[in-house]
């Protein structure tokens, strides 16, 4: 919790240095605003219910979201009669009986959350907004449709795109394009899986908040010779029909809330700021759900990437030599830098050949998600799917080729060794962030001039 403490305040005042770096009258009003926030996130536990040790479960339980695998089981959320919000795990065979806005009559065993070195369950389930597991044994469907009517729809017109999506294209390149255009949480076979992990770009898997701010800035390029409003106006709508495809993805609301932050901002004439536009959204998301910045790894992730941008993006700009490529090469190592204390901290492993991975593959990510969209409306014309296809195929096989490398990725099974790189990595943060300050204080300085 310290550290997580640390860090906003890290990020509190570098975005104040870099706004002014003049001015440090601003920061006993953040640090009053951090305190306040502090204060809610211990009032909200103190009133939070705990379940104490496992019972026996006979009840009703209405489901509150899509299930998804987990492990060799599927999970999901829901409410108990008594009002309290768990997670029901229950078999693979039952996947397609257990529904969004279902009741469920259930035999099972509640329990509270587990703690061990590996994983914190606890914090994984209050990032959740839950506070214990439900083990079924026997399940009887006694209702459905008792959701909200619009989000339900929204899951079954994503089911239905799904299925749609594995019958136009090939295997493993539908399950790609799911998990990138839909945020479907489909098993990719273990090899495949293991090699997206080894090269660091499990986050392409998924409907995640980079996916959505790579389409937003592809549709603003390509429209801008017919205006900018046009293009921000029109980026803004896909965003809005991608968070709406992917499910309400929590990784993907929040990148969408951050870009139309920004839009509004652009629309009204205002200059965007991005250290008060990233807090902001954070500051509003922490408010909803107090401990997602502290438990969810995916949001300490989505930020710390767009907070390295900012920070970083600009020094590897100026270091890297123009042969290099380092339009596409600076913001891919600004994210892996900023990004990597956090998974060497929860995964103990890192991948050494992330940056050129990423490099190589992230560039046809905008045209895949364009071409996935393509195959769903027009995967009727042949050259839709082969093409899509095609490129889908290019991107298994450089993962395919780069995690076969045996240096790959280096596994960190010393602690002492993790404490030590964790150390280099946040000494190497620090002093990046002390060169991009005083980059911002020569350009404040050069203006004035």
Do not use: C
């Amino acid at each position: 919790m310290i550290a997580v403490l640390g860090a906003i305040a890290a990020l509190l005042a570098s975005a104040l240095a870099l706004h002014n770096a003049y001015s440090w009258v601003q920061v006993p009003l953040a640090i009053l605003i951090l305190l306040l926030g502090i204060g809610f996130t211990l009032w909200r536990q103190a009133a939070l219910p705990i379940i104490l040790e496992e019972s026996e479960y006979i009840g009703r339980i209405i489901i509150q979201s899509e299930p998804g695998p987990a492990g060799r089981q599927f999970a999901a959320y829901g409410e108990l009669d008594s009002g309290l919000r768990v997670r029901l795990v229950f078999a693979p065979s039952l996947e397609t009986e257990v529904h969004y806005g279902d009741e469920l009559l259930i035999t099972g065993a509640l329990r509270p959350p587990e703690w061990n070195r590996e994983f914190n369950e606890r914090g994984f389930l209050l990032a959740h907004g839950a506070v214990g597991v439900l083990e079924n044994e026997t399940i009887e469907k006694t209702g459905q449709n008792l959701g909200n009517p619009i989000i339900d729809k929204i899951f079954r017109l994503r089911a239905w795109l799904l299925k749609h999506l594995s019958q136009t294209l090939e295997p493993p390149n539908d399950t790609l394009i799911a998990g990138i255009l839909l945020g479907a949480r489909t098993e990719l076979a273990a090899n495949l899986k293991e090699a997206f992990q080894r090269t660091g770009l499990t986050h392409i898997l998924v409907a995640s908040g980079s996916n959505v701010l790579v389409l937003a800035l592809a549709v603003q390029f390509l429209l801008l010779p017919f205006g900018r409003r046009l293009s921000l106006y029109v980026s803004l709508a896909l965003v809005v029909i991608f968070m709406i495809l992917a499910g309400l993805d929590a990784s993907v609301v929040r990148a969408g809330i951050f870009y139309a932050f920004t839009v509004l901002a652009l629309l009204m004439g205002r200059q965007v700021h991005l250290p008060t536009t990233l807090l902001s959204v954070a500051g509003l998301l922490a408010l909803i759900n107090p401990w997602a910045p502290r438990f969810d790894i995916s949001f300490q992730l989505s930020f710390a990437a767009v907070a390295g941008l900012f920070i970083f993006t600009p020094v590897f700009l100026k270091w890297l030599p123009a042969w290099s490529g380092r339009e596409y090469l600076a913001p891919t190592l600004a994210a892996e830098l900023a990004t990597l204390p956090i998974i060497l901290y929860y995964f103990n492993e890192v991948s050494i050949v992330a940056p050129l991975a990423n490099v190589l593959v992230l560039p046809f990510v905008p045209a895949l998600m364009g071409l996935g969209f393509l195959a769903l409306i027009l995967g009727w014309l042949p050259i839709i799917p082969w093409v899509t296809n095609g490129i889908s195929t290019v991107i298994l096989t450089v993962v395919s080729f780069f995690s076969a490398q045996t240096w790959a990725s280096a596994d960190l099974i010393s602690a002492s060794a993790k404490s030590i790189l964790l150390i280099i990595l946040l000494g190497m943060i620090g002093i990046m962030s002390v060169i991009r300050i005083r980059l911002n204080f020569q350009e404040v300085v050069g203006d004035e001039r």
